[in-house]
């Protein structure tokens, strides 16, 4: 069973940084597309950035651009969500997802896995 666990999330003042880590079960985690969500309270779960399986093409949501960075690191099947100068409005629940095949990798819809969450608390 597939199974991905996030990790690295905490309370950070306004302007600081996190590195969420996601790692997963499975042997062949290198050729799956892996996504980062986040859910806030009373609030849909939402796109954050994505990155193809071999690394060629990363995803943003325009709210998270310039300032997180989505990585991986193979040898450890992990994928990383580095965040800098967080806002109060990036505070939410995190979730890493992954699939197989997919066509849009902005859709939450369209992943088959997905970890517990990580919560991020971004204070004023």
């Known amino acids: 069973q597939v199974r991905l666990v996030e990790s690295g999330g905490g309370l950070v003042q306004a302007g600081g940084s996190l590195r969420l880590s996601c790692v997963a079960s499975m042997r062949t985690f290198t050729v799956y597309h892996t996504g980062w969500f986040r859910q806030a309270p009373g609030k849909e779960r939402e796109f954050v950035a994505a990155r193809s399986w071999k690394g060629t093409n990363t995803y943003y949501s325009d709210s998270v651009k310039g300032r997180f960075t989505i990585s991986s690191d193979n040898a450890k099947n992990t994928v990383y969500l580095q965040m800098d100068n967080l806002r109060p409005e990036d505070t939410a629940v995190y979730y890493c997802?992954?699939?197989?095949?997919?066509?849009?990798?902005?859709?939450?819809?369209?992943?088959?896995?997905w970890g517990q969450g990580t919560q991020v608390t971004v204070s004023t």
């Open positions: 997802a992954a699939a197989n095949v997919i066509d849009n990798m902005r859709r939450d819809d369209e992943y088959d896995y």
